[in-house]
């Protein structure tokens, strides 16, 4: 079945500095890729997508980059904050369903 | 504004006895209605979605059933459960289908099978 990977199970950088989440996949008819925060025990929120007709999308402190030709695509955050802390989940539509990929547990140390 | 309401907030069963989880969305009429499992420390598998009232849409088979009996109503229910059905179970919601729009969670039950 298609897959989505997630390079980084975890990420520590310093406050204040960029953080970067790398995913691949393999449907080339994925044309929808969104991001999610999860808190610890919490639910998803949703944070930032972007679909295959554009190759950037920024947010505020947050970009995000596809490589359709790569089947690529990653989270930039800039700028982080200690709120940032937190697992990031990318996802690529596919077979009809979202797959999401296993998460990056991201860490801002002070 | 929209809402996303599940219940219960958390349970702890014993194998083999039934399972019913429900979720309800106020604030938009016929959305698109998700139900996902995630293992503790896992990702996300989606279960089922349904676009429409008594319409639902199996995409991985756990030994689980779901139904939509009203527009802002989706359930999620086991007569037997298992010990791997234990997990977080998030219900979502979206206006478009998967390949077009966010889906935004509900607040999740937590389940664990003894």
């Known amino acids: 079945g298609e897959k989505v990977e997630q390079h980084e199970s975890t990420l520590s950088v310093r406050e204040g500095d960029s953080a970067v989440i790398n995913c691949t996949y393999t449907?080339?008819?994925?044309?929808?890729f969104p991001w999610y925060k999860q808190e610890a025990g919490k639910s998803l929120h949703f944070v930032i997508d972007?679909?295959?007709?554009?190759d950037r999308k920024q947010s505020q402190r947050l970009t995000v980059l596809l490589d359709k030709k790569a089947k690529r695509f990653s989270l930039h955050i800039t700028a982080t904050q200690p709120e940032d802390s937190a697992i990031y989940f990318c996802?690529?539509?596919?077979?009809?369903?979202?797959?999401f990929g296993q998460g990056t547990k991201l860490s801002i140390k002070p | 504004a929209q809402t996303i309401h599940q219940w219960p907030v958390a349970e702890i069963k014993a194998v083999g006895s039934p399972l019913s989880l429900g979720c309800t969305i106020k604030g938009k009429s016929s959305p698109n209605l998700y139900w996902y499992w995630q293992a503790t420390g896992g990702t996300l598998q989606q279960l089922f979605y349904s676009i429409t009232v008594g319409q639902v849409e199996s995409v991985v088979q756990l030994n689980l059933s779901a139904s939509r009996p009203k527009d802002d109503q989706f359930i999620l229910s086991t007569e037997k459960l298992l010990l791997s059905h234990s997990g977080f179970y998030l219900c979502?919601?979206?206006?478009?289908?998967?390949?077009?729009?966010?889906?935004?969670f509900g607040p999740g039950t937590r389940l664990t099978v003894l």
């Open positions: 449907d080339t008819a994925s044309s929808y």
């Open positions: 979502a919601w979206s206006l478009l289908g998967v390949n077009y729009a966010e889906q935004f």
């Open positions: 996802a690529a539509s596919g077979e009809g369903k979202l797959i």
């Open positions: 972007i679909r295959s007709n554009v």
